[in-house]
């Protein structure tokens, strides 16, 4: 610590001229700015000299200022990153190689300075706290409350974006980079306006009494529903009424029905066309744009919806989080089967459709731009494995118990489509295991499942063996009852399933969650282990409906 009366610098300017700066450029003397500056000159003294660098600011407050008064780095040029951590840290780092240091407010050596503890950690209002201590303490603290740590900086930011080409967004008719999507980012809704403020009024479309409507064409689908018997659209979009209908239109309720006007266009939408979609055409390339590899769409939308189809046996994948982007996007929606679930050839996967019968065409491009990525829904078929069975423990290679694995494995895996290649029953022994493990590998086994031995019991080595047999990528335990120990990994390309004791009691366990997914050449990470937490616990009721129940899903 500094003299009491030692001169305070912060870079090359005196401590006073220092907040003299920071009241002019922040508009406020702010102290967490002012401690920023200590915390910008500490990194700057880490770094080798001439190292040309970049900034990484933890915090939208303060801080990224703090950045661009003492170094070149500003949001403007790019050369500062601000990523909202929420924590007081700044990084400096070299711009080619990454390599930096990490200054971060200590809350451990804050604990010596009680005026900036109370600011720091926000024990007092504001207006209650004492602003002459605090800045005293700032003063002769300086970067003492600050810890250092060296880091390298992730390749992915060392990587300069550029915006690609320019182009005017269909919506809004203002520029932006192409890159940003089909429509501005703006548009697609992160905009920090009100919508509605000065959008046009949604076209007014025809009504008619039913007697009126005869020689007139429909303007949508018009369902008639008999409960418990029938739900169906018995008349569709085009269909032009005749006198027989007028009596089936009144049975249905319907005693005013919407037409397509005399000078409309073929379509019904007249001079609105241009701002206004209709439900069919919405929903027919909305579902287009979600239909990956096997899945196809049955046309023409009925009801104003649009169903989408398996295309063929197999695993049904959802790409969770932009189904959820899409229906976020108002007045529009689509649902669908879970994701993970085997279907078959026909069978319906989702539905999709524009909520009101016109789609503004500002909602109707932002819903088409979350899916210009790619496709929601895929149907992936399940490849034909050559499996390997590996049982482990020394009771059944001693056969004091019976091997129930191999018999449960095999039906499940036949289930699927794919061939039991050979079995083996080993010891609990790394060298036993290690061995089994290559012979099944050089008979040909593409995917080796292996059971038991995955506790905590201390002559549990199953995953110590595979470990010294080749295995990578190890991930074992999931948030899945009952099949809590199960393991996943690689030896090159075989693929690896451990799957615990409890599949030889329940009937259906993670083995059943997991094993198509494999098959469907599916990577598992962790990430969507513990999204799958909610409904992997098995209510074992007394008659498993497995599949068609909630586990897993």
């Known amino acids: 610590m500094k003299a009491e009366n030692d001169p305070v610098f912060v870079g090359s300017q005196s401590f006073d001229d220092f907040v003299l700066q920071v009241r002019d450029f ?37 801080l990224p200022d703090a950045v661009q008064l003492l170094t070149p780095c500003t949001i403007g040029n790019g050369w500062l990153r601000v990523i909202s951590l929420g924590r007081y840290a700044v990084t400096l780092y070299d711009k080619y190689t990454g390599e930096g240091v990490r200054i971060y407010l200590d809350p451990d050596k804050v604990e010596f300075w009680p005026a900036i503890r ?19 303490e700032i003063k002769a603290a300086g970067a003492t409350v600050c810890s250092m740590e060296p880091v390298q900086v992730a390749p992915h930011l060392l990587q300069r974006k550029g915006r690609g080409g320019i182009v005017v967004c269909p919506v809004c008719k203002e520029a932006y980079p192409q890159l940003d999507g089909r429509i501005c980012r703006a548009c697609q809704g992160e905009a920090p306006y009100v919508e509605g403020a000065s959008g046009m009024a949604p076209p007014v479309p025809c009504a008619v009494s039913v007697d009126q409507a005869v020689g007139r064409k429909a303007l949508h689908d018009m369902t008639q529903i008999e409960p418990g018997k029938t739900k169906d659209a018995v008349f569709v ?97 689509c649902a669908s089967r879970h994701d993970g679930v085997l279907v078959k050839k026909d069978m319906t996967v989702a539905g999709t459709r524009a909520i009101p019968l016109y789609l503004s065409r500002h909602l109707f491009w932002r819903a088409l731009s979350v899916l210009e990525p790619g496709p929601l829904f895929t149907v992936l078929p399940l490849r034909k494995a050559r499996i390997g069975v590996l049982v482990t423990g020394t009771e059944v290679f001693q056969g004091l118990v019976e091997d129930k694995f191999v018999p449960i494995v095999s039906s499940k895996v036949q289930a699927l489509g794919s061939d039991l290649l050979a079995s083996r029953i080993v010891p609990d022994s790394r060298e036993a295991i290690v061995a089994a493990v290559r012979e099944l590998l050089g008979l040909g086994a593409d995917l080796l499942i292996t059971t038991a031995g995955l506790s905590v019991d201390p002559d549990d080595v199953t995953r110590q063996a595979l470990l ?60 969507e282990l513990a999204r799958m937490g909610a409904g992997a616990l098995c209510m074992q009721c007394r008659t498993c409906s497995f599949p068609k129940c909630p586990f897993g899903k």
């Open 237 to 333: 979009k085009g269909q032009e009424i005749n006198v027989g209908d007028i009596c089936r239109l009144q049975q249905m309720g319907r005693m005013r029905v919407y037409v397509q006007g005399v000078d409309e266009d073929p379509d019904g939408e007249g001079g609105a066309k241009t701002a206004w979609v209709h439900e069919n055409e919405a929903a027919e390339a909305f579902a287009t744009a979600m239909a990956g590899p096997g899945v196809e769409l049955r046309l023409p939308p009925r009801e104003g919806k649009v169903d989408l189809l398996a295309d063929r046996d197999g695993l049904f994948s959802v790409d969770l989080d932009r189904l959820e982007a899409f229906n976020l996007v108002p007045e529009v929606m």
């Open 118 to 136: 109370t600011w720091y950690m926000k024990l007092l209002p504001k207006k209650e706290q004492d602003s002459a201590a605090l800045f005293a």
């Open 26 to 62: 922040h508009g406020s003397a702010a102290p967490g700015l002012v401690l920023g500056g200590f915390m910008v000159e500490e990194a700057r003294r880490h770094l080798p000299e001439a190292t040309i660098f970049d900034a990484i600011s933890e915090t939208t407050h303060c």
């Open 468 to 527: 010294e047999a080749g295995a990578e990528d190890l991930l074992y335990g999931t948030p899945v009852l009952p099949g809590t120990m199960t393991l996943f990994g690689r030896i090159g390309s075989v693929q690896i399933l451990g799957v615990p004791a409890c599949a030889l009691f329940f009937k259906t366990t993670s083995l059943d969650l997991f094993l198509p997914r494999l098959l469907a050449g599916r990577t598992i990470s962790r990430g």
